[in-house]
DNA sequence: TATTAATATGACCAGGCAGTCACATGACTG
DNA sequence: CAGTCATGTGACTGCCTGGTCATATTAATA
């Protein structure tokens, strides 16, 4: 965590380093994040820096946590799909609300991105896990499915679990390319985010995950 | 492309430096490659290995190069599937194929892998196309088993294509942990692969792949 | 104002890197 | 044997890195 004399610098000067920060973790893997660069960038010194974070990856972890926060901050905006939505709906508002946060926050995403799927020294201590956990509540949610009758009972949960997942992390990703956005440029290109647009493809993504793609 | 004077080298020496090198874009990303730590592996000078190869890309191009041959090599050697094959039959061989080169040569695989989805400063050159052009295949295929009948015709040619590649990029990796099996220890430990294993994890898939996840 | 505590600074350190080059070695030729 | 050419070598360069620390500056307190 940052120390307290990070905590107490005015907001203004803060946010920057915060800003700059994420901006080099989306664009870089963490090997190639430079801390001499972060602080030119800023304008502080080196030294002020590590009087601020304690190594490099005291200021990673501190991000990552930031961007956790902010997706609950964005998420907890977001109407819930009405009254005792089924699975499929309820899913479908998870996936929206994540593309959605990807939308806004493209390079927090990204850096998440990076922090689960690239490399990292210290990627044993949470990361890997993540993955696990995120497969494991899924894999849990799909049994209840079943069981309320809202899914085949005859797919077998870590299957169906392993492809929710994937297609959850990647489905950003294929929706930025199929519109032809760059997700990175989203802010500064003031894109303006249509949730309309997508629809189409939700729909045809829930038709091939419902009743599968086979000739009927 | 390598100079001559590395094909000049004798057989063993040769290989042996490739197989170093490939194990060490398979255990780090590109900037963590060391060529110091690979020349002192192979226990040859660092002249020798830039009288070898013109820089640390080069190399990287001609062990991609490798591991494309190396899973031509392994695919030409198996059975195709018999006559003419519905889509998902072929589908099904294609992944399984894909698979069984993952078993055999882990390290290439790891290797590829990060040159798909890791940072490269020379990925413009081929690699985003590469993804781009499996998908692009996949479309087409799609597009073509759904004129035979092989598919539901109301599904989506593109989404369908970014639901098959994702999962065929991904299956790997999650049919080894649900296996409990770390790939990159495969060779070593001389596990047994046994495709019959994972018959029951590609019945399950391909259940939902045709028939999908919804209540009948 | 004098004293103390908090914060800012950038030159500096040790280490690692990719890539170079002047030279050494060895093998083959006339 | 001398001469030539391919190959091997590792000290070296220049660069960048994460991180440190003695010192300077500013703010707070008495």
Redesign the pocket.
Known sequence: MPT??FF??PEHKRQAIIDIAIEEFAEHDYKG?????IVERAG?????F??YFQ??KDLHLYLLQVAGEKKLELISTLQRPPGQGSFFDTYRWMMSAGIQFEAAHPELSRMAYRALYGDLPHRDETYARMKQQAHEYMQATIRQAIERGDLDPKIDPDMAAFVFTVISTEMGNHLFRRLGINPLELPEKRFKWNLEEIQPAFDQLFYILEKGMGPK
Do not use: H, W
Request: proline share 0%; charged share 20%.
């Open positions: 307290q004399t107490n610098l994040v430079s801390i001499s660069r502080i010194a080196k030294g002020s590590y009087q190594d490099k």
